[in-house]
T-cell receptor, first 115, second 114 residues
């Protein structure tokens, strides 16, 4: 049972344009969401997060949007740069719920930025 | 130092071997994690240690035995593994178990069981 889903296994975007990565979740107990970026032969690197009390969080070129009613979040990268080419994982957890702090990861989306 | 290191980077072992994976961090983090990642799958949590005590075991078979000898080190002892245990094993650490604290991941150990 995949509780966090990333339905697009891959995405190609022209350099300078906007990259939009999507993530859906089914567990209504999730209330904290994170995006991780992973290069080959490296562990995932934290990118940006959002708590369910917000619907948007922005950090430089990265913005995460959360639609709680649709159980959907998205990561926007603008402008996209060649160094953004990586696999992006969406992850979810239950905020402040000690004992249930495990991260549940999505299956990942491979983003390729075309120069 | 904001790095989580893992050794070895690659490991090939037979089903009767005993080996250990090591993870180290010097960020003063008190929560440490083992994840398993199969090809084209997301990382899956195996164990969580909090203040050197095992807090979560995600129903992992006993052929995987974690150990946290001190606050900086996390080991994963392997014995009598199966070929299907071949995967990337990722270690992570965070300030504490609060989910709001970012988890820092190491580069992983790629394990092949023959």
């Amino acid at each position: 049972d995949q509780q966090v889903k990333q339905n697009s296994p891959s995405l190609s975007v022209q350099e300078g344009r906007i990259s939009i990565l999507n993530c859906d979740y089914t567990n209504s107990m999730f209330d904290y969401f994170l995006w991780y970026k992973k290069y080959p032969a490296e562990g995932p690197t934290f990118l940006i997060s959002i708590s369910s009390i917000k619907d948007k969080n922005e950090d430089g070129r990265f913005t995460v949007f959360l639609n709680k009613s649709a159980k959907h979040l998205s990561l926007h990268i603008v402008p996209s740069q060649p160094g953004d080419s990586a696999v992006y994982f969406c992850a979810a957890s239950e905020e402040g719920n000690f004992g249930n702090e495990k991260l549940t990861f999505g299956t990942g989306t491979r983003l390729t930025i075309i120069p | 130092d904001t790095e989580v290191t893992q050794t070895p980077k690659h490991l090939v072992m037979g089903m009767t071997n005993k080996k250990s994976l090591k993870c180290e961090q010097h960020m003063g983090h008190r929560a440490m994690y083992w994840y398993k990642q199969k090809a084209k799958k997301p990382p899956e949590l195996m164990f969580v240690y909090s203040y050197e005590k095992l807090s979560i075991n995600e129903s992992v078979p006993s052929r995987f035995s974690p150990e946290c000898p001190n606050s900086s080190l996390l080991n994963l002892h392997l014995h009598a593994l199966q070929p299907e245990d071949s995967a990337l094993y990722l270690c992570a650490s965070s300030k504490n178990r609060d989910p709001l604290n970012e988890q820092f991941f190491g580069p992983g150990t790629r394990l092949t069981v023959l």
